[in-house]
């Protein structure tokens, strides 16, 4: 029985989460912060510590884990108590104790340190956001470029001189019909260029909604507290919680991807375009939510970290 995995499903909605005979560990928020030499905004969060003198039951756990395993309180209690008493054990001999999706107990001087596990956020309001690096805006160094430019090739406007000649009236006529055409093809040529500059933006701006999807890390969470994230995509042909393996913007890579996932021994199939026009492969699909959470923890420890979980209900 995996008693950290109860913990990190309560440290999303509480503050603080009590396992009997053993400790606390605390989530504290943090506000978003910028990191000035390398530009990095990092997003708000909860950091997550580790209090031993807070080792008194409260019945938080206890009753979360009886309810989620549908077994009596006293008999669940019994049960945390002995998994307590195994990890002081483990701490003693001098073995790292590793809470997966928490951090990391080890002993110290005879006291016990924690390290926490980064990767997590459990802060629901801040769910699906990483780190984002800003690339600054070289303007001064364009314009000194442009002046140094200046200096080096100047340009210089003499005005013609020409002598006045009489104009045929043919010409004056010619000279319009040239003017009004060159204006119509010149309308038709900004037209034209216009629509193409328009469409080369709305491809950047998919590539670049391509690239955010697939390099978003999402985090697992309690079911129950989650915000629904509501993608619109064609039906799968099993269940309605699907383990995401990828996104890809050319339907054969996504079909690549699936044989190769069903030749490694996944149930794995195509889900279709989401409204962002890219194609989407499931590691496999379930009707219970518990069952797709159990495979995505699964899949993120043994197969890829940036797995993720798609509800359609």
């Keep these: 029985m995996r008693a950290e995995h109860y913990i990190?499903?309560?440290l999303y909605r509480y503050h603080?989460?009590?396992m009997p005979g053993f400790g606390a560990f605390l989530a504290h928020s943090r506000s978003a912060e910028i990191q000035s030499g390398t530009n990095t905004i990092t997003?708000?969060?909860k950091v997550i510590s580790f209090n031993g003198q807070l080792a008194k039951n409260d019945g938080l756990l206890v009753s979360h884990m009886a309810k989620a395993l549908k077994l009596p309180y006293?008999?669940?209690?019994?049960e945390v108590e002995a998994i307590s008493k195994e990890w002081h054990e483990r701490l003693v001999q001098g073995e790292e104790l590793d809470l997966i999706g928490i951090g990391t107990l080890s002993t110290s001087a005879g006291r016990i340190q924690f390290q926490p596990e980064n990767k997590t956020n459990f802060l629901i309001s801040s769910f699906g956001l990483s780190p984002f690096t800003a690339i600054p805006v070289q303007r001064e160094i364009l314009k000194e470029e442009v002046e140094e430019l200046e200096e080096r090739v100047p340009f210089l406007i003499t005005p013609e001189k020409r002598e006045p000649r009489r104009t045929a009236p043919w010409l004056k006529y010619a000279a319009v019909i040239l003017l009004a055409v060159s204006a119509g093809f010149t309308g038709y040529r900004f037209y034209h260029e216009n629509t193409v500059n328009q469409e080369?933006?709305?491809q950047e701006a998919q590539k670049e909604v391509s690239r955010l999807i697939q390099e978003a890390?999402?985090?697992e969470?309690?079911?129950i507290e989650l915000p629904a994230l509501n993608i619109s995509v064609k039906k799968a042909s099993k269940g309605a919680h699907h383990v995401i393996a990828g996104a890809f913007r050319i339907e054969n890579n996504a079909d690549k991807k699936v044989k190769q996932l069903r030749a490694e021994g996944h149930n794995a199939l195509y889900l279709g375009q989401n409204k962002y026009g890219l194609h989407q492969v499931a590691y496999a699909s379930f009707e219970d939510p518990r069952e797709a959470l159990a495979y995505l923890k699964k899949i993120r420890r043994?197969?890829?970290?940036?797995?993720w979980l798609l509800s359609e209900k």
């Design 221 to 223: 969470s309690a079911p």
């Design 16 to 18: 603080c989460v009590v």
């Design 217 to 219: 890390t999402f985090f």
């Design 74 to 78: 006293e008999e669940m209690l019994l």
């Design 302 to 307: 043994t197969e890829s970290p940036d797995a």
């Design 43 to 45: 997003p708000p969060a």
């Design 200 to 202: 080369i933006a709305r």
């Design 8 to 10: 990190e499903e309560l």
